[in-house]
T-cell receptor, first 116, second 111 residues
Framework: DAGVTQSPTHLIKTRGQQVTLRCSPK?????VSWYQQALGQGPQFIFQYYEEEERQRGNFPDRFSGHQFPNYSSELNVNALLLGDSALYLC???????????????FGPGTRLTVL | EDQVTQSPEALRLQEGESSSLNCSYT??????LFWYRQDPGKGPEFLFT???AGEEKEKERLKATLTKKESFLHITAPKPEDSATYLC????????????FGKGTTLSVSS
């Protein structure tokens, strides 16, 4: 049973560029959440997608946007990159209506983004 | 404002030396409290969910407990492979399922 997968593993960009990160949820899960984890900090909630719509959003600017596809996979887009966007970006999936405990979120390995 | 505070920030133990990690929280209406383990450069690995004061859960050498203001993660006779950062997170009622994390406690166990 495949867990949550993310791509790419690492990414280096320069200030002002745009980036797209990808996530495939755990089999049987239909909800995807994205988190940003700066070095030495706990993850911070960016937003959550369910039924291809943004369901909940944390305190992040509009430069951060996302999308969910019919197969439940998701993308995180960040425009106009800043140095402070350098972090580990984590995707988590949970089974909202697919059965199981909707409160429990399972994380992928993350994408390490470095902005120069 | 919702807040999760973990202590200590770092903990060094000898193999077999039991100890506890603390997670204190301030949240308006707790739905659940979660413990995760995170190895360097990897995503958090789910350990436990606790929902009500007095609840306890165990897994191998780990035991999590919950009161109305804090949670403890007890580690009994730790081994070097227990070395990792342990993260605590809460979910708030009527606020979706977003997790609010603490900064974590980094545990190092030496043989």
């Amino acid at each position: 049973d495949a867990g949550v997968t993310q791509s790419p593993t690492h990414l280096i960009k320069t200030r002002g560029q745009q980036v797209t990160l990808r996530c495939s949820p755990k089999s049987g899960h239909d909800t995807v959440s994205w988190y940003q984890q700066a070095l030495g900090q706990g993850p911070q909630f960016i937003f959550q997608y369910y039924e291809e719509e943004e369901r909940q959003r944390g305190n992040f600017p509009d430069r951060f946007s996302g999308h969910q596809f019919p197969n439940y996979s998701s993308e995180l887009n960040v425009n106009a990159l800043l140095l402070g966007d350098s972090a580990l970006y984590l995707c988590a999936s949970s089974p909202l209506l697919a059965g199981g405990n909707q409160n429990e979120q399972f994380f992928g390995p993350g994408t390490r983004l470095t902005v120069l | 404002e919702d807040q999760v505070t973990q202590s200590p920030e770092a903990l060094r133990l000898q193999e077999g030396e039991s100890s506890s990690l603390n997670c204190s929280y301030t949240v308006s209406g707790l739905r659940g409290l979660f413990w995760y383990r995170q190895d360097p450069g990897k995503g958090p690995e789910f350990l436990f969910t606790l929902y009500s004061a007095g609840e306890e859960k165990e897994k191998e050498r780990l035991k999590a407990t919950l009161t109305k203001k804090e949670s403890f993660l007890h580690i009994t006779a730790p081994k070097p492979e227990d070395s990792a950062t342990y993260l605590c997170a809460v979910q708030r009622n009527q606020a979706g399922t977003a997790l609010i994390f603490g900064k974590g406690t980094t545990l190092s166990v030496s043989s």
